[in-house]
């Protein structure tokens, strides 16, 4: 029988055998992609039916358990404005948002059964380790898009304000006057009869058609306008690297410099180019609009003129004009023969 004090000498020196030994490289990357393959599937993120919501929220998990109660109308102010921002930057959570409006739950995957593998103590704890980082790696990358600075401060200001006009704050709401400056995440909605018009930083011009709400975001990718309800008409200013985004919930707009009308209702969006390019983001296709074209993201919204969808707009006779420039400029092009 070994005493106690000769089982810890073994002990030690397998330890010691285990640190100092040398590990091809090759085995140590091999063993780390078999550890990897076997709990990536285990990362797929998956909204459960009947889920509760997160007490924190630390990442797209907790995020994608709050969608049920967003929907439903029960969430919090400042968790709604949370989920629709990282929504907007986040591809996996905002198809399961759309994939929870229209009511198709993902189902939750099975994790494949325990598997045995052969490989050596050493070995295992380094691709053990590696899979870690390279696993928080992923989780961080949303929120350090989200948090980066690079997208600079968000400048806003109201121009006009005719009528009936509020910044609202979770219960509370406060007139809004001319020159007034709106910060990130800031509501603003205007009352029946009322107009609005916000000036951003780089140019691009908001105008408000009653009745309307919506707030703005800003990010390393370029400044969204989150419009909840209402109409709003953009002058795009011309983007250098970043792109100006209208996000409605069921779809996602996209320019660098064009005028176009968006309107949201309950039915759905319909979108409409005055000049310039739209990209139309909606259920997975991206289509693209340009001068005196409109989409709908229903079926069941009526389709109507551009110049009427536009008819509210106190520029509304320059929006007509420019719609008849290029409906004349399109049928003069289509009257040049064409060669063959």
């Known amino acids: ?44 993120v998956t909204i459960a039916a009947g889920g509760h919501a997160a007490d924190t929220i ?12 967003y929907l439903d109308g029960d969430l919090s102010e400042s968790r709604s404005l949370l989920l629709v921002d990282h929504t907007h930057e986040c591809i996996p959570c905002r198809k399961a948002m759309k994939s929870a409006r229209d009511r198709n739950v ?13 490989i050596q103590p050493v070995v ?25 600075p690079f997208g600079g401060e968000l400048e806003a200001t109201v121009q ?11 219960t509370r709401s406060a007139p809004v006057t001319a020159g007034e400056k709106l910060q990130k995440g800031d509501r603003i909605r ?19 058609r009653e009745r309307s709400e919506f707030f703005l975001t800003k990010n390393g990718q370029g400044t969204t306008i989150h419009l909840n309800r ?37 039915k759905g969006s319909r979108v409409s180019v005055v000049e310039g390019e739209v990209h139309l983001d909606h259920a997975n296709h991206d289509v693209v609009l ?36 290029l409906t004349a400029l399109n049928g003069e092009l289509s009257r040049v023969p064409q060669p063959g």
């Open 58 to 69: 630390e990442n797209c998990t907790d995020f994608q358990s709050l969608i049920p109660a």
């Open 190 to 208: 205007t009352a029946k009869d009322a107009h609005a018009n916000i000036r951003l930083g780089d140019g691009s011009t908001i105008e408000m």
């Open 124 to 148: 295992l704890r380094w691709s053990i380790a590696a899979a870690l980082v390279i696993g928080f790696g992923l989780l961080a990358l949303p929120f350090i898009q989200r948090y980066s």
């Open 290 to 325: 340009r001068g005196g074209e409109q989409a709908t993201t229903n079926a069941s919204i009526e389709k109507i003129p551009v110049k009427d969808e536009l008819a509210w707009s106190h520029k509304a006779a320059n929006y007509a004009a420019t719609l008849a420039n």
């Open 160 to 170: 006009a304000a005719d009528g009936q006009v509020y910044q609202i704050a979770d």
């Open 106 to 118: 993902l189902p939750v995957k099975k994790a494949a059964g325990p598997k045995r593998y052969s």
């Open 1 to 44: 029988m070994k005493t106690n004090q000769e089982l810890q000498n073994i002990l030690d020196q397998a330890t010691n055998e285990m640190r100092n030994e040398e590990l091809d490289s090759v085995l140590v990357d091999q063993a780390a992609e078999r550890v990897w393959a076997r709990i990536a599937p285990e990362n797929t």
């Open 230 to 266: 209402g109409a709003i008409i953009v002058e795009a200013a011309k983007q250098k690297s970043q792109h100006l985004f209208v996000d409605t919930g069921d779809s996602l707009v996209s320019v660098t410099g064009t005028i176009f009308s968006v309107n949201n209702g309950t």
